[in-house]
């Protein structure tokens, strides 16, 4: 059995690594979820897709799926693709590469306001109308969200669904745009989103990461790798030797599209925080 | 804010006036019954044309060919596979010599012909719903089934349109769209047809929608009124008529002030369960959905009106009182199961009662009048509360179970799909004995577990699901709702996901997760036949008369559902918290059954 398991992998990495014989890059992404990916391929994982691809002598082939509950389990689990651009470090279904960035989640205010904003402890988010994203699972929030209701700060939040309005360009971009037209004056939003979208508004939004950087037991910032099945280990140290490889050109890329990066802080996500993204465990009898 | 009430309703009423008054329902009405009972308890039609067979939602068929005797020689008539592969939950209905069944996505309707040998299609409808509608719903992509009036299938699709099909050709009379997948909304429910209105609500509540129940007309699918869960009492359709039992559901605009700030507007309360009609009262009783998508912390106060039972005027909508079930509900306990409206001898004296077996494990019977809670029972093991208060109308929460987020909860009990989920239960009058299809399943809350989701990664609970005292997952019981207690009742390996049908024979049938499909004695439990199907069952049973004068039971097999997710959508179940949680408990299914919809026609020799 394990002969067969490891000769079904030399083949595919070797179709991979010799993709001059146009084995395409197979990846599965969200269609519509800038600025990470759309159908237009006018996202920043497409683009880093397309450099790999082009690293790899051959171009990228994709899945097109809406990156909700059960995307890895129909996509790359499936058989769909063979790899995932943006998945964070620590997901245990896959298995990922180093990561090639870490963000943060960040306050949102317009310029004009002069609110300087930067600690979940500040008085004036007790006054202000609070913009959040909202998820929908039991017991499940963004980071923010949680670490405002545990400050009893609670009446004053309105919520965005992460998942935005599927039928907009931009699904994402509501809670940005809420603070741009001042129907928030505040709003807590993942890093990547709110640099993009931040960057695209007619009014000047300042952009500022929230603090503290765990709270408590919460992380807000997060470590993003890519992701392969877990037992793809050839293709995984090709993904590992193009992230060294190609840094700051993906920099470049990360940078054109406005995403905050905070430094990486080693192990800070398993130790100091949460439980990760910790999925093995079969305890609960 | 009287006057806009008034107002909007007098609108409504107005666009009432096209219908046709002529175009009344053809088919028998319910006959009277004696015992015990309501009189709205059996039909005597032989057919089956609503999904809890009369508008009482008792789901007992009167027939009494099959007995407990002859039972042993059912076998099957005829299969037919629907060539879909998601959970079957639908009932499905005979009328006129025609069977009609709703798949799971993509909602196909199929019409067989009963009076051929082999029950061959009529016609197939298929309305073609966006396939992205699938990406939406919580809980495996399920219809609940059809209901027919006035010559016409009445169903829903996952994708928000209501639909109305002939029945005779299969072509469709009218095709409205009531939600938008964009913003959450899915429609799963059977819808239920009470008088020249079709009834229809909205699933979504982790998705941040705010619940509704919609009138429309049968005729032309217009809407006659709708009525929102959450918001100002405008909305909610809470005018002059309305007078709750419990002080706490008295006051202005309570879907706004029980809760924070503006977490109403996304306050959840959608309508995705049963239906029941009273005629002699004119009113309708339905369940509203849990609040969401804020976790409790986030939404002090009774979050009205979710997670509680209305009754409404069924020409209006006006609502008339309301029972909350579960106010500021901390564990998901929806309360959407069905109403079961009977008449019993209570204290010495006749009441008009609804039985309601409910997610949190009791058993209550309201008054169905009034929306007096005369007893609520414990019919599972129950830890998440210590006991429901009569006299203030709601349960006394138990502070050690309440879910704190990073904090380890032990041993919640009901777990988050309750003492029972949708699957409904059905009471025979020859009895007196309600049958309910139930979980034993207790959960943990563990701590923060980091996911991840559109491009955004978040945190949250850990819930994970297990058998409760004595190991099985499920239970099968009869209930005594006079007595107030348990007659007897049969461990299940698994949760009971299926419907009940009871007869006139005094035999219930039932079906488990791994497809056995089973008649017991209606009063002493005793298994009398089983037979096993391709597939789990999740689906309701009926009991109808054949073209052939002969009594049949039929069955939708085909695993899926939130508790079958696991072979439906293929859940790696090392993986225990998927399926919100329910796949840790369910690691066993995928080795007891595999996945595919067929139908079961089942009769005597």
Redesign the interface.
């Known amino acids: 059995m394990r002969a067969v398991a490891a000769s079904i992998v030399v083949v595919v990495s070797a179709a991979f690594i010799h993709a001059g014989t146009a084995q395409p890059l197979r990846v599965c992404s969200d269609p519509n979820n800038l600025p990470f990916s759309n159908q237009q391929r006018e996202g920043f994982e497409n683009r880093i897709a397309d450099l790999l691809a082009r690293d790899l002598g051959t171009v990228v082939e994709y899945t097109w799926w809406a990156q909700r509950r059960g995307f890895l389990r129909s996509t790359l689990l499936a058989g769909l693709c063979d790899v995932v651009i943006g998945l964070p470090r620590d997901v245990e279904m896959a298995r990922t590469t180093r990561p090639y960035y870490r963000s943060t989640y960040v306050f949102v205010t317009r310029k004009d306001r002069g609110l300087r904003i930067r600690s979940f402890d500040d008085a004036a988010l007790r006054r202000l109308r609070v913009g959040v994203q909202v998820i929908g699972d039991d017991g499940a929030n963004s980071p923010p969200a949680h670490a405002l209701s545990r400050r009893g700060i609670i009446s004053n939040l309105i919520g965005y669904s992460v998942y935005g309005d599927y039928t907009s360009k931009s699904p994402p971009s509501l809670i940005v745009a809420a603070v741009a037209r001042g129907d928030v004056d505040v709003a807590a939003v993942w890093g990547p989103l709110a640099g993009y979208f931040a960057a695209a508004q007619g009014e000047p939004l300042d952009i500022v990461p929230v603090s503290p950087q765990i709270d408590g037991d919460l992380p807000q910032a997060f470590d993003v790798s890519m992701a392969v099945r877990p037992n793809d280990e050839a293709r995984l140290a090709v993904l590992n030797r193009f992230l060294q490889r190609r840094r700051a050109a993906i920099n470049r890329i990360l940078d054109a599209y406005h995403v905050p990066r905070v430094p990486a802080v080693s192990g800070l996500s398993r130790t100091n925080a949460v439980s990760g993204f910790s999925r093995t465990d079969e305890a609960g009898q | 804010m009287r006057a806009t009430f008034v107002v909007s309703l007098a609108v409504l009423i107005a666009g009432c006036g096209r219908i046709d008054a002529a175009n009344r329902r053809g088919e028998a009405t319910p006959a009277p019954s004696t015992s015990r009972t309501s009189t709205r308890a059996a039909a005597g039609s032989g057919d089956w044309i609503r999904p809890g067979k009369d508008e009482a939602s008792t789901r007992f068929s009167d027939l009494n060919q099959i007995t407990r005797d002859s039972v042993r020689q059912l076998g099957p008539k005829v299969t037919f596979s629907t060539g879909y592969l998601r959970g079957h939950e639908a009932a499905p209905l005979v009328v006129n010599g025609t069977m009609y069944i709703v798949t799971p996505f993509p909602n196909v309707l199929y019409a067989l012909d009963l009076t051929k040998p082999g029950a061959p299609v009529k016609w197939k409808y298929e309305p073609k719903p966006l396939a ?1 509608a699938q ?2 719903a919580c809980c495996d992509v399920v219809n609940r089934g059809a209901v027919y009036a006035d010559g016409a299938i009445f169903f829903n699709t996952l994708d928000n349109r209501t639909v109305a099909v002939d029945a005779s050709t299969g072509k469709p009379r009218w095709v409205v769209t009531l939600g ?5 909304e899915t429609m799963t429910m059977a819808p239920l047809v009470v008088k020249d209105k079709v009834l229809v609500g909205n699933s979504g509540g ?3 929608v705010r619940g509704w129940l919609t009138a429309l007309r049968t005729g032309t699918g217009e809407i006659a009124w709708r009525a929102y869960h959450t918001g100002p009492d405008r909305d909610v359709l809470i005018g002059s008529r309305f007078k709750p039992f419990y002080s706490h559901a008295r006051g202005t605009d309570l879907g706004i002030h029980t809760w ?4 109403w507007k ?1 306050g959840g309360g959608s309508v995705w369960g049963w239906i029941s009609y009273d005629p002699a009262l004119n009113l309708v009783y339905y369940g509203t959905g849990n609040p ?4 409790h ?4 106060g009774d979050n009205k009106w979710t997670a509680g039972l209305f009754a409404r005027d069924a020409d209006t909508g006006e609502a008339v009182w309301f029972y909350h079930s579960d106010p500021h509900d901390l564990f ?1 306990y929806d309360d959407v199961n069905e109403s079961v409206l009977v008449d019993l001898s209570i204290g010495g004296a006749m009441r008009k009662v609804l039985l309601r077996p409910n997610r949190d494990g009791y058993l209550y019977v309201i008054d169905r009048t009034t929306g007096e809670a005369l007893s609520a029972d414990p019919f599972v093991h129950v830890t998440s509360t210590q006991g429901i208060d009569l006299k203030r109308g709601r349960p006394i929460e138990n502070e050690a179970k309440k ?1 704190v ?2 904090k380890v909860v032990h041993q919640i009990c009901p777990a ?1 799909p309750g003492g029972k989920d949708w699957q409904p239960s059905a009471y025979s009058p020859r009895t007196g004995y309600l049958y309910i299809p139930a979980n034993n399943l207790c959960m ?23 058998a409760g005292p004595g190991g099985n997952r499920g239970e099968f019981i009869a209930w005594d709702p006079v007595a107030r207690r348990k007659v007897w009742s049969i461990k299940e390996q698994f949760p009971v996901w299926s419907g009940v049908v009871v007869t006139g024979g005094d035999v219930a049938f039932y079906g488990t997760m791994d497809g056995w499909f089973k008649a017991v004695d209606a009063r002493t439990g005793e298994q009398l036949w089983r037979f096993k199907t391709g597939s789990g069952i999740v689906g309701q049973p009926i009991s109808y008369l054949g073209p052939d004068g002969r009594q049949y039971i039929a069955i939708l097999s085909g695993v899926g559902g939130w508790s079958g997710a696991v072979v439906a ?4 179940t ?4 998927a399926a ?2 329910f796949a ?1 408990a369910m690691t066993d299914l995928p080795q007891a059954t595999s996945k595919g919809g067929t139908l079961y026609i089942f009769g005597l020799p």
């Open positions: 992205a990406g939406v938008d997948i964009n913003k959450g982790e998705m941040g924070p700030g503006e977490a996304q969401g998508p804020w976790n912390e986030q939404r002090p998901d879910p987020l990073g988050a943990d809350f563990e701590a923060l577990e980091a996911n991840y989701i559109a491009g955004t990664p978040y945190v949250g609970a850990n819930v994970r699901m297990y959508g293929d859940l790696d090392r993986d225990g918290t919100l949680g840790n």
